[in-house]
């Protein structure tokens, strides 16, 4: 190899390895970002549940209580969701709260592929006034190909809760959030019964792993550059 190459190998190598400095620290900086966000998730998931408020928007993660009644027959089932390697989805409806004609939609919990027909699945959802206590949750946002798409048959399966869509399929007025059922089973409760699974993930993504993978990379080109200058001085 020319002089002029070797010279030239150096120079990218230690280019490479001053490239990926930045990025390892950007990802352990969103590793931060992350621990933080879920550190403020957990401390709100810790808060009591307090009384929903019709004239106040709670914010997200808020735990609430609210007595209503579902309206069991315009169930529907949420994505695809495995529990202990089994498939399954979430049973969800809408809930008209008590004293009001406002309408949340509620996730009552995981339901293996077996309970799929809807009629069984409405009697799986407490009948008569209930009140039950969970968190809000909005609707997340998803790219367009993977929301239901707006039309007037009424759709079984939705990939998430979506107020505004779920109105027009209902024919009712549906609050922007919904409620993420918190419960405990009974333990003579039926082998059928929603189980609860919750959907918030508070794990540190692959941030660390990005960040050390850059880090490693940065090393392999300082290095690189090391031993192309040393074998050009002997």
């Known amino acids: ?31 931060e970002e992350r621990r933080e966000a879920n550190r403020i998730v957990e401390e709100v998931l810790q808060n009591p549940p307090i009384d929903l408020d019709l004239n106040a928007a709670p914010s997200e993660y808020q735990r609430i209580s609210v007595t209503g009644q579902f309206i069991r027959e315009e169930n529907i089932l949420l994505g695809i969701r495995s529990r202990l390697g089994f498939p399954g989805h979430h049973l969800a409806a809408p809930f008209v709260i008590a004293g009001s004609e406002a309408v949340m939609f509620v996730d009552a919990g995981w339901i293996s592929n077996e309970q799929r027909d809807v009629t069984a699945r409405a009697a799986l959802l407490p009948e008569g006034e209930v009140t039950l206590s969970g968190f809000v949750l909005y609707d997340p946002e998803l790219p367009d190909l993977l929301r239901s798409p707006e039309t007037t048959e009424r759709r079984d399966q939705w990939q998430t809760i979506d107020p505004e869509r779920l109105a027009s399929q209902i024919g009712r007025d549906v609050l922007p959030f919904y409620l993420e059922w918190q419960f405990e089973r009974a333990a003579d409760a039926p082998a059928t019964a929603p189980r609860y699974q919750t959907s918030i993930e508070l794990d540190e993504g692959s941030h660390l792993g990005y960040a050390i993978q850059w880090f490693i990379f940065s090393s392999i080109g300082f290095i690189g550059a090391a031993v192309l200058y040393f074998r050009k001085e002997n």
Request: proline share 3%; hydrophobic share 60%; net charge positive.
């Open 1 to 31: 190899m020319s002089s002029r190459a070797r010279f030239s190998l150096i120079i990218v190598s230690i280019l490479v390895g001053i490239a990926c400095i930045p990025l390892g620290i950007w990802q352990l900086n969103r590793l």
